[in-house]
């Protein structure tokens, strides 16, 4: 995939040009299939057996690198037959050490993403309070990636790679992730994701997640045709050197970590949803009919209904809040990151699950002042109904006084406009109709007209 943005920008917490599958990820799902036996029949049935053309090229780097070849030679034959994808040209693979994956990651990272963009992202997350003030975004991609990458596919190189710690007949399963990457970007080129536009964030996460749901899927299909598959795999994990570390995982802030699984485990959701609906040929064609955002990901019916989001502009607010304040970013959040955003400090999933769900679009504006470094964020919602926009606007209130502990409510006539006063500036939750708009770190100067 492309790259894998964060939930309220536009930084990559994946490495960008890459496709990854990462140990938590895969242990998560080969212990739903190792519980599933009743659906592998089903499976087998379901599944489209076209002959594959099982080309391979060996990037023969160490021994290792040439078992790997040898045995994509039989998992792409599956992987094929399953998919019912045949491989167009020859696929090439190998095998990294730890050092050889945390170098890709740094190279890509240097290459693909700008200094300021990471920059933006941290004050993006640290304004809505998702991540500690002394965060390091960037030591943590490195980190968590890592320690977590099992395996990845280079779409500019076309080969993939396997981690060469992990014994390779538990990496099988890995191997029919990876290779059902290397047949989607022969036939549907993955590299065309690498300049998804700057602001919409929310859509260019709900195509990672038709990539690595259909992945994961077939993953789980190649599992469920031999359950052995499965007990190899965990046995690999544990043993020895190549026991699998969360350490990094467990430490990351929550919004990234479940934003990094998100495309595996929603996406493996909505690509079973998919497949269910039209087998394997409508999952191809979502590659040409994309999900247009999370809220379509997280909710199958409302991309088979082909629910658009509303596109929202919001105005520049520059002058209204003051000299020497400069607009960084805009982007859209998406129904994903509005629950990531709630759920931080509500704590209450279904609560935040409940009031994310209706919604219909969204864009959202980061300010920062250049003489002391303050930040602001201009949220525009919009939603279904005018009760999915009360229910939102009542969670956001709730929200704002757990992120705020300090926050002091100083306009309470309105039933429909909230303000508080806090130690990191002033917050303004207005709603009128189906809309709900957000001035989130403003001076309390400021001359803002959220509703013109």
Not at 14 to 34: D, E, G, K, Q
Not at 150 to 175: S, T
Not at 181 to 195: I, V
Not at 288 to 312: G, W
Request: net charge negative; aromatic share 8%.
């Amino acid at each position: 995939m492309s790259k894998q943005t964060t939930p309220i920008s536009r930084a990559p917490v994946t490495v960008a040009v890459i496709t990854i599958i990462c140990f938590a990820v895969m242990t998560t799902s080969v212990l739903h299939v190792a519980s599933a036996q009743q659906a592998a029949q089903q499976t087998v049935q379901r599944a489209t057996p076209p002959a594959a053309q099982t080309a391979v090229t060996t990037n023969v780097v160490n021994a290792k690198s040439a078992a790997v070849a040898a045995a994509t030679e039989e998992v792409v034959r599956e992987v094929a037959q399953i998919r019912g994808l045949n491989a167009l040209r020859p696929i090439k693979s190998g095998a990294q050490t730890r050092l050889e994956i945390e170098r890709m990651i740094i190279d890509n990272l240097n290459r693909e993403t700008k200094p300021e963009e990471l920059r933006t992202a941290e004050l993006a997350l640290k304004k809505l309070g998702l991540v500690p003030a002394d965060f390091n975004y960037r030591q943590l991609i490195i980190n968590l990636l890592t320690e977590q990458v099992a395996g990845y596919y280079d779409p500019k190189r076309q080969e993939f790679f396997l981690a060469d710690w992990i014994d390779l007949d538990g990496q099988r399963p890995v191997m029919a992730h990876e290779l059902t990457h290397a047949l989607q970007d022969q036939h549907f080129d993955l590299k065309r994701f690498q300049n998804w536009k700057k602001d919409d964030s929310d859509a260019e996460l709900a195509a990672q997640a038709l990539v690595e749901g259909d992945a994961t899927l077939v993953m789980e299909q190649y599992i469920q045709r031999d359950m052995r598959r499965a007990l190899a795999f965990l046995r690999s994990m544990m043993a020895g050197d190549a026991a699998m570390s969360t350490k990094q995982l467990d430490a990351a802030p929550d919004a990234l970590k479940r934003t990094l699984t998100f495309p595996y485990e929603t996406g493996l959701s909505f690509a079973r949803a998919v497949w269910r609906e039209g087998g394997w040929d409508a999952v191809s064609k979502a590659f040409t009919d994309l999900p247009a955002s999370t809220e379509q990901v997280m909710h199958p019916e409302k991309y088979f209904a082909r629910e658009a989001p509303l596109k929202i502009v919001l105005p520049d607010f520059t002058q209204g809040l003051g000299k020497t304040w400069k607009r960084l970013d805009t982007d859209i959040n998406g129904e994903w990151s509005l629950y990531l955003i709630l759920e931080e400090y509500l704590k209450d999933d279904a609560t935040s699950r409940r009031a994310a769900a209706g919604w219909h679009g969204d864009s959202y504006a980061l300010y920062e002042k250049g003489a002391t470094g303050e930040v602001a964020i201009m949220q525009f919602t919009a939603w279904d109904t005018e009760d999915d926009a009360v229910e939102f606007y009542d969670a956001y209130i709730k929200r704002t006084q757990a992120r705020y502990k300090d926050a002091k409510a100083i306009d309470t006539k309105s039933l429909a406009r909230r303000t508080f006063q806090t130690i990191e500036g002033t917050v303004i939750i207005e709603r009128q109709g189906k809309q709900v708009r957000i001035a989130e770190g403003s001076p309390s100067n400021a001359k803002l007209n959220l509703f013109n």
